[in-house]
């Protein structure tokens, strides 16, 4: 016998849950607000993320987190509560004008921001003392140069937010951080219970408060479903606490979680518990599940009809996994993404300037648009290539694209493109940029990219043309031998030329670079950071950053270890998250004291310093001589 319910009213809320980004709307709920509206659904969005930030970033805010300082023993104090509780007075007074400052409302500010004699300054500043100048100049200069002002303004006052953060940490709740983009995948659980445990602590300031923003929502939009996206494990235990208090508010309200920590940590689902919290639970591209989940409820469908959708049995109580195949709409098919709802004039505009690429990341409101769904190489033995959200490939006319793109900008009046794709195909992108030119469209954009030969000069200077100012790729471990274990489909010599052409056509470019990739060994890794080297020297790259190998699940390497030389370590039981996977490497590597020199070298680097010096300087232990030759990049550019 089939289940059809009741005809029910559907009224969408989609939530971005804390700690997503700040400086602009993570698009998620853009782009299914979008849909939904396409499709004649009533359907609205607000992001947490930041009014949870603004709100604790307030005076009053400030005031409400001394009150906790003062309930803290004192052997509880670090160095940050203690400079906290010293200026407090100093940080009520300054708090909400830095905070005009950074949104933009402000720009005067920055002369006194900039003088050093305005913001109180606490642990974070220390970083500062690096910048040293033997000549008795401002310290500051070789790290900020001709940028001017407001960008050291921007730095300082970024650095006095990340204070706060630190007392938020270090006295009320440790999971605290304004970003968590950099979580590791190894914090995901593979039982609930350490997640059931917190939920049901008591709430600390920032769960009360992240409660009644939810709650003003609720009274505000009066849902009838509440859509909620997780990016990564780091804002699990928010989006958990929003839909616990909507729950609270009131049961009959249909919570939905999704995201990319749901398509790759919850595919093999099986605690109950969950669904204490939340109705249901889908994966991978979330329009088809959601327009059958709709249906479902408005009384159009079967529950046995539902896609991709996890929920709890009603019966037996166990988790039941219901999918029928039905094609995914197609990504030409799935509307505008739509900023209505979203305060686009409070977002805040931080400045890292250790990485010009991290730069783009927190500074400037960035429209986030895909070009592509899905990854069209989709052989990197590292990635979740398994996965549908990577391995199902569609692209969308230029046409539409740009159409998408001139919407945008009438919602937004904003300029400013982040092209959010796995690696966005070089002939969408040559399609893209002749369209952009040929309806003067004057945006700027940039994007991941793969560093492969179709992206010739000529390609490079029209891409730039229509606004490229930025591109990423992964070189990973720069070593032809890795590259092709790693089925990257790109040489050393080859991605050397690549980036050349886009610097020299004025084009940012970032490489992402890994380390403890399986059989690498030391040698492999000294010659590696040589080659990087030789890139900056040579003008190819300007950015960078080492990230650590991780092994999961759905990648080649986690799904056949023996092809890579390493033993899968064996998993607990698992009932709630599963994706990252620790691995024994007969290299037997120190990978992490070998990772402190590589970060060491990165940074300066980046800012132009040591390109003439031994690579093995880097590192605080012995490690051999390179054996790359010395003008290797300089040989494969004049090819």
């Given at each position: 016998?089939?289940?059809?319910?009741?005809?029910?009213?559907?009224?969408?809320?989609?939530?971005?849950?804390?700690?997503?980004?700040?400086?602009?709307?993570?698009?998620?709920?853009?782009?299914?607000?979008?849909?939904?509206?396409?499709?004649?659904?009533?359907?609205?969005?607000?992001?947490?993320?930041?009014?949870?930030?603004?709100?604790?970033?307030?005076?009053?805010?400030?005031?409400?987190?001394?009150?906790?300082?003062?309930?803290?023993?004192?052997?509880?104090?670090?160095?940050?509560?203690?400079?906290?509780?010293?200026?407090?007075?100093?940080?009520?007074?300054?708090?909400?004008?830095?905070?005009?400052?950074?949104?933009?409302?402000?720009?005067?500010?920055?002369?006194?921001?900039?003088?050093?004699?305005?913001?109180?300054?606490?642990?974070?500043?220390?970083?500062?003392?690096?910048?040293?100048?033997?000549?008795?100049?401002?310290?500051?200069?070789?790290?900020?140069?001709?940028?001017?002002?407001?960008?050291?303004?921007?730095?300082?006052?970024?650095?006095?937010?990340?204070?706060?953060?630190?007392?938020?940490?270090?006295?009320?709740?440790?999971?605290?951080?304004?970003?968590?983009?950099?979580?590791?995948?190894?914090?995901?659980?593979?039982?609930?219970?350490?997640?059931?445990?917190?939920?049901?602590?008591?709430?600390?300031?920032?769960?009360?408060?992240?409660?009644?923003?939810?709650?003003?929502?609720?009274?505000?939009?009066?849902?009838?479903?509440?859509?909620?996206?997780?990016?990564?494990?780091?804002?699990?235990?928010?989006?958990?606490?929003?839909?616990q208090s909507v729950k609270a508010y009131d049961p009959k309200i249909v919570t939905l979680l999704g995201g990319g920590f749901v398509n790759t940590e919850l595919r093999e689902l099986t605690e109950p518990r969950v669904f204490d919290y939340f109705d249901y639970v889908t994966l991978?591209?979330?329009?088809?599940?959601?327009?059958?989940?709709?249906?479902?409820?408005?009384?159009?469908?079967?529950?046995?009809?539902?896609?991709?959708?996890?929920?709890?049995?009603?019966?037996?109580?166990?988790?039941?996994?219901?999918?029928?195949?039905?094609?995914?709409?197609?990504?030409?098919?799935?509307?505008?993404?739509?900023?209505?709802?979203?305060?686009?004039?409070?977002?805040?505009?931080?400045?890292?300037?250790?990485?010009?690429?991290?730069?783009?990341?927190?500074?400037?409101?960035?429209?986030?648009?895909?070009?592509?769904?899905?990854?069209?190489?989709?052989?990197?033995?590292?990635?979740?290539?398994?996965?549908?959200?990577?391995?199902?490939?569609?692209?969308?006319?230029?046409?539409?694209?740009?159409?998408?793109?001139?919407?945008?900008?009438?919602?937004?009046?904003?300029?400013?493109?982040?092209?959010?794709?796995?690696?966005?195909?070089?002939?969408?992108?040559?399609?893209?940029?002749?369209?952009?030119?040929?309806?003067?469209?004057?945006?700027?954009?940039?994007?991941?990219?793969?560093?492969?030969?179709?992206?010739?000069?000529?390609?490079?200077?029209?891409?730039?043309?229509?606004?490229?100012?930025?591109?990423?790729?992964?070189?990973?471990?720069?070593?032809?031998?890795?590259?092709?274990?790693?089925?990257?489909?790109?040489?050393?010599?080859?991605?050397?030329?690549?980036?050349?052409?886009?610097?020299?056509?004025?084009?940012?470019?970032?490489?992402?670079?890994?380390?403890?990739?399986?059989?690498?060994?030391?040698?492999?890794?000294?010659?590696?950071?040589?080659?990087?080297?030789?890139?900056?020297?040579?003008?190819?790259?300007?950015?960078?950053?080492?990230?650590?190998?991780?092994?999961?699940?759905?990648?080649?390497?986690?799904?056949?270890?023996?092809?890579?030389?390493?033993?899968?370590?064996?998993?607990?039981?698992?009932?709630?998250?599963?994706?990252?996977?620790?691995?024994?490497?007969?290299?037997?590597?120190?990978?992490?004291?070998?990772?402190?020199?590589?970060?060491?070298?990165?940074?300066?680097?980046?800012?132009?310093?040591?390109?003439?010096?031994?690579?093995?300087?880097?590192?605080?232990?012995?490690?051999?001589?390179?054996?790359?030759?010395?003008?290797?990049?300089?040989?494969?550019?004049?090819?």
């Open positions: 016998m089939t289940s059809v319910l009741a005809p029910f009213s559907v009224r969408v809320l989609s939530l971005i849950p804390p700690m997503t980004q700040l400086n602009t709307p993570y698009p998620s709920t853009a782009y299914l607000t979008g849909f939904l509206r396409s499709r004649g659904f009533e359907a609205v969005q607000e992001d947490l993320a930041l009014a949870l930030v603004l709100r604790l970033l307030s005076r009053q805010g400030l005031v409400e987190v001394a009150d906790a300082v003062d309930l803290l023993p004192s052997a509880q104090h670090t160095q940050t509560i203690e400079a906290f509780v010293e200026q407090h007075a100093r940080y009520f007074a300054t708090i909400e004008p830095v905070i005009a400052f950074l949104q933009g409302r402000d720009s005067t500010l920055a002369h006194r921001i900039a003088s050093r004699q305005y913001l109180p300054e606490g642990p974070r500043f220390a970083s500062l003392d690096v910048y040293v100048d033997d000549e008795g100049g401002d310290p500051l200069a070789w790290a900020f140069g001709a940028l001017g002002l407001n960008d050291k303004a921007k730095h300082l006052a970024t650095l006095y937010l990340n204070d706060l953060a630190d007392v938020l940490r270090d006295a009320i709740d440790p999971r605290f951080e304004f970003v968590r983009y950099g979580d590791s995948l190894a914090a995901s659980q593979a039982s609930f219970e350490p997640l059931a445990q917190a939920l049901a602590a008591p709430n600390n300031l920032i769960d009360d408060t992240l409660v009644g923003l939810t709650l003003d929502a609720l009274r505000v939009h009066q849902p009838t479903v509440v859509l909620i996206s997780v990016p990564f494990p780091g804002s699990v235990y928010a989006a958990f606490r929003i839909a991978d591209s979330g329009e088809r599940p959601l327009l059958s989940l709709l249906a479902y409820l408005q009384g159009q469908r079967s529950k046995q009809r539902l896609v991709r959708t996890f929920l709890r049995d009603t019966e037996s109580q166990q988790v039941q996994y219901i999918n029928l195949v039905e094609p995914d709409v197609p990504f030409e098919e799935v509307g505008t993404p739509t900023w209505d709802g979203l305060p686009l004039d409070r977002y805040l505009s931080l400045l890292d300037m250790l990485n010009p690429m991290h730069r783009l990341w927190s500074d400037g409101r960035w429209n986030k648009l895909t070009v592509a769904h899905g990854c069209y190489w989709k052989k990197c033995s590292f990635c979740d290539v398994s996965l549908d959200y990577i391995g199902r490939y569609e692209s969308a006319s230029a046409t539409v694209l740009v159409d998408r793109i001139e919407t945008i900008i009438q919602e937004t009046r904003q300029t400013g493109f982040h092209f959010v794709d796995e690696a966005a195909p070089p002939k969408s992108l040559k399609a893209l940029a002749t369209e952009l030119l040929k309806r003067d469209t004057g945006i700027s954009w940039w994007g991941n990219i793969r560093f492969e030969k179709t992206f010739t000069p000529d390609l490079c200077d029209l891409l730039a043309q229509s606004g490229c100012i930025a591109v990423s790729g992964g070189l990973e471990v720069a070593s032809d031998r890795l590259l092709n274990l790693m089925k990257k489909g790109v040489s050393v010599d080859q991605v050397a030329r690549v980036t050349r052409a886009f610097s020299d056509a004025g084009v940012l470019v970032h490489a992402y670079l890994m380390y403890g990739f399986p059989t690498q060994t030391v040698q492999d890794t000294v010659d590696a950071l040589e080659l990087v080297r030789q890139l900056f020297a040579n003008g190819c790259i300007q950015s960078g950053f080492f990230h650590r190998f991780t092994c999961t699940v759905h990648s080649p390497v986690g799904l056949n270890p023996e092809e890579y030389g390493v033993i899968l370590k064996p998993l607990p039981p698992v009932s709630f998250a599963k994706n990252d996977v620790l691995f024994t490497d007969p290299t037997g590597v120190d990978h992490a004291a070998l990772g402190v020199g590589l970060r060491k070298a990165i940074y300066n680097f980046m800012h132009g310093l040591g390109l003439d010096e031994d690579v093995r300087n880097w590192f605080d232990f012995k490690v051999p001589r390179t054996t790359v030759a010395k003008h290797r990049i300089e040989r494969a550019l004049a090819k």
